[in-house]
């Protein structure tokens, strides 16, 4: 990956993560949250592969710990693991068309999983009912209607401006 | 590459969760909070008239119910204000010839600090939300934070210029309450489910709470030891009260008047100094 290629990705997480704290965070309809951030990194991963995808979600995330004053490593360690994980199954078999929609929606759940455990083992439990019933199901609705736009407008950014050098030789491997 | 990235985390959430308020990591915190506080104030700006638009389309559902309502409150509440009034001259007469000795009086004993939200909590289980003023604002943990519409909380952690409050709707959160018109004390709670509904725990069956009550912060005093948040700061409305055979307790659901999904900036309130005992 090119440095302006990782620029222009860390710069769409950057803005995405304080977009995420100081306005996506207040919108709640029928219980549920637009992850956006989620949803961008999981777009970038599957673009870009787990290496990026698990360094630009350690970052996002500690951006995220630092901003909302919460436990330090807490979300940097979830969206590491969510980068990572969607990277690589980018790199392997997720290549369809329906790649976003399932990575999204598999990732959502195993993040909600993961960060009610994870809030469990350092003393901040939450209602298990309310986090898998209650507030899943739309929170999850509403990352899949934003997959397939949020993967769309990632790869345009990474991709714009870009110049596509013709091909001038072929080398046969031996 | 993984590997080192999980480990530092974990390394970053064990120091962090060992070291105290004071320590070098929540200094870092601290200082990056505030480094970032302009692009949060900037997105805040940008999105705002978006967020209104939101704000007014979802008013209009209910708009016609809640004016009527309003209306009706309205003219309950002015003859209100008139009997409170005598009551009030009266209660200041007493006082004074009793030589009634109080704790801290809300609101004349505290400094109000109104700060802006400037992050508001990363997932809807965690009911934080960061505010523009902190501890050069002579802001300290446990101060009780409000709106001109009642209590919202109180803080729980202070940096610099930043502070973080934890809000009423947290499952942590209790606060000591009373209800105005019986005098039945309790406790008040989120409950365990989304939304805003607070309920009023610790209430024997044997009050007479009742629907439309008032509850206010109750102040209690016990010896040297007193509740953080003093007496009479509005909190709710109750909107039900059940009782079930198996339950020791009524079953108080409240309503609050601080509307918790629309905070944009909430007032601290910071204890005077020369307020610790007040002598009237």
Known sequence: ?174 | MLGVLVVFSLLLITVYFRESDGGALHDVQGAGATVLRPFEVAATRVAAPFQDLYDYVSGLVGAKSDRDRLRAENQRLRQQVIELQSADQLNKSLQAALNYVTGRRFPQDYKPVTAAIVSKPPSQFEQQVVIAAGRADGIRDDDPVVTAAGLVGKVTKVVGHEAQVTLLTDEDSAVSAIDLHTRAEGIVKHGHGPGQTLFLDQVPKSEHVAQGDRIVTSGWHSGSLSSIYPFGIAIGRVTSVSFQSTELYASVQIEPYVDFSSLDSVIVLVAKPSAEKTKR
């Open chain 1, 1 to 174: 990956m090119i440095a302006s290629d990782a620029g222009r990705a860390a710069g769409l997480l950057f803005v995405t993560a304080i977009l995420q704290v100081s306005v996506f965070n207040s919108i709640s309809i029928f219980g549920g949250r637009p992850d956006v951030l989620l949803v961008t990194l999981i777009a970038l991963s599957l673009l870009r592969g787990s290496i990026f995808g698990a360094v630009g979600g350690f970052f996002v995330g500690l951006l995220i710990d630092t901003a909302t004053l919460e436990t330090m490593g807490v979300n940097a360690l979830l969206f590491t693991l969510a980068g990572y994980w969607t990277g690589r199954y980018g790199e392997t078999t997720g290549r369809g068309r329906h790649a976003p929609l399932l990575a999204v929606g598999v990732v959502t759940v195993l993040y909600s999983l993961a960060a009610l455990l994870l809030r469990f083992m350092i003393g901040e439990s939450d209602s298990a009912r309310v986090v898998l019933l209650d507030a899943l199901p739309p929170s999850l609705l509403f990352n899949l209607l934003l997959a397939v736009p949020l993967f769309s407008f990632c790869r345009w950014v990474l991709e714009v401006g870009r110049e596509t050098e013709p091909v001038r030789e072929v080398r046969l491997l031996e």
